[in-house]
């Protein structure tokens, strides 16, 4: 008679699944840490502090994995062969040297190891922290869109230009540059606004996500737009006021607002408007707009 080994391990390979993320936790410990440092400190390139959003976005995707952990474990077993492509082209790009190839390798092997425990139905489950992973993802693509931000520069010189105008304020405009008197003030494709639209993107994907809004697609695409409108109009008038400053010569106040903790906290309030514009949208629409389920 054989006596049931009451200390045997279940099913489930939970030590080999911890193993993996053990050796993972090895490999992009430094990786993320150099980011985080980069993000903080912004001694990270221009282009890559486009996405510090990832200092509360990376916590976030782990919290939204662990939340889904059951439903994971629940999952049958299924290899899905591009989850050996993934992984190997994650591989690839982390063993290439090239710095944002190794960058992009970490939400690659990611997505390539739910294909490859849980086939499809393990992707589309954790889509969304695979989502928040990638877009914080430091990558070119700020500075390949760079040439294309001259018509949003535009618009905002001409913006402020006028706002100032109608305040008795005489300058004049040439292209993206103001004159004040003598003084000259260059809306630069960095003044652009297109780091804190990223950001309130972002940060309005978080937001829909937590609530549970972004199961209704007239939640999201109302919040999303809305999001948009209000980092542009903040971006104008932090242009407006840089504008003022500079060409009245208080160079501490325009240094406190663009390169000081002015602009930090400047950055804070317009985040803190989306929080009460979710609230809002949760409070005006009704669930009779819920639409689709995304979870």
Same mark, same amino acid.
């Given at each position: 008679? #054989?006596?049931?080994?009451? *200390?045997?391990?279940?099913?489930?390979?939970?030590?080999?699944?911890? !193993?993996?993320? @053990?050796?993972?936790?090895?490999?992009? !410990? %430094?990786?993320?840490?150099?980011?985080?440092?980069?993000?903080?400190?912004?001694?990270?390139?221009?282009?890559?502090?486009?996405?510090?959003?990832?200092? /509360?976005?990376? %916590?976030?995707?782990?919290? /939204?994995?662990?939340?889904?952990?059951?439903?994971?474990?629940? +999952?049958? #077993?299924?290899?899905?062969?591009?989850?050996?492509?993934?992984?190997?082209?994650?591989?690839?790009?982390?063993?290439?040297?090239? %710095?944002?190839?190794?960058?992009?390798? *970490?939400?690659?092997?990611?997505?390539?190891?739910?294909?490859?425990?849980?086939?499809?139905?393990?992707?589309?489950?954790?889509?969304?922290?695979?989502?928040?992973?990638?877009?914080?993802?430091?990558?070119?693509?700020?500075?390949?869109?760079?040439? *294309?931000?001259?018509? /949003?520069?535009?618009?905002?010189?001409?913006?402020?230009?006028?706002?100032?105008?109608?305040?008795?304020?005489?300058?004049?405009?040439? #292209?993206?540059?103001?004159?004040?008197?003598?003084?000259?003030?260059?809306?630069?494709?960095?003044?652009?606004?297109?780091?804190?639209?990223?950001?309130? /993107?972002?940060?309005?994907?978080? +937001?829909?996500?937590?609530?549970?809004?972004?199961?209704?697609?007239?939640?999201?695409?109302?919040?999303?737009?809305?999001? !948009? *409108?209000?980092?542009?109009?903040?971006?104008?008038?932090?242009?407006?006021?840089?504008?003022?400053?500079? @060409?009245? #010569?208080?160079?501490?106040?325009?240094?406190?607002?663009?390169?000081?903790?002015?602009?930090?906290?400047?950055?804070?309030?317009?985040?803190?408007?989306?929080?009460?514009?979710?609230?809002?949208?949760?409070?005006?629409?009704?669930?009779?707009?819920?639409?689709?389920?995304?979870?």
């Amino acid at each position: 008679m #054989e006596i049931p080994n009451k *200390f045997s391990l279940p099913k489930e390979p939970y030590l080999s699944t911890g !193993a993996i993320f @053990g050796i993972m936790a090895l490999i992009y !410990a %430094p990786l993320i840490i150099y980011w985080y440092d980069g993000w903080i400190n912004k001694s990270i390139g221009i282009e890559h502090e486009y996405f510090s959003h990832g200092v /509360i976005g990376l %916590p976030f995707a782990a919290y /939204i994995v662990w939340q889904k952990r059951q439903q994971w474990l629940k +999952l049958p #077993e299924k290899f899905q062969p591009i989850g050996a492509v993934f992984l190997g082209l994650a591989g690839a790009f982390y063993l290439s040297g090239i %710095p944002d190839l190794i960058n992009l390798s *970490f939400p690659l092997i990611l997505a390539g190891i739910c294909l490859w425990f849980k086939g499809f139905k393990g992707l589309k489950l954790m889509r969304m922290p695979l989502i928040f992973v990638f877009l914080a993802t430091p990558n070119e693509i700020p500075y390949l869109i760079q040439p *294309f931000a001259l018509p /949003i520069q535009r618009f905002i010189a001409g913006t402020a230009a006028f706002i100032l105008m109608q305040l008795g304020v005489n300058l004049r405009l040439e #292209e993206i540059y103001l004159y004040i008197g003598d003084r000259i003030v260059e809306v630069a494709p960095h003044c652009a606004g297109l780091k804190m639209l990223f950001t309130s /993107i972002y940060v309005g994907l978080m +937001l829909l996500q937590w609530t549970g809004a972004i199961k209704s697609r007239t939640k999201t695409v109302f919040f999303l737009l809305a999001a !948009a *409108f209000i980092s542009v109009t903040g971006n104008i008038i932090r242009n407006t006021l840089l504008t003022v400053f500079h @060409g009245t #010569e208080r160079e501490a106040a325009f240094e406190w607002l663009h390169e000081g903790w002015g602009g930090d906290l400047y950055s804070a309030a317009m985040l803190g408007l989306l929080v009460l514009l979710i609230w809002w949208i949760e409070n005006y629409f009704s669930n009779d707009y819920t639409e689709a389920d995304y979870e």
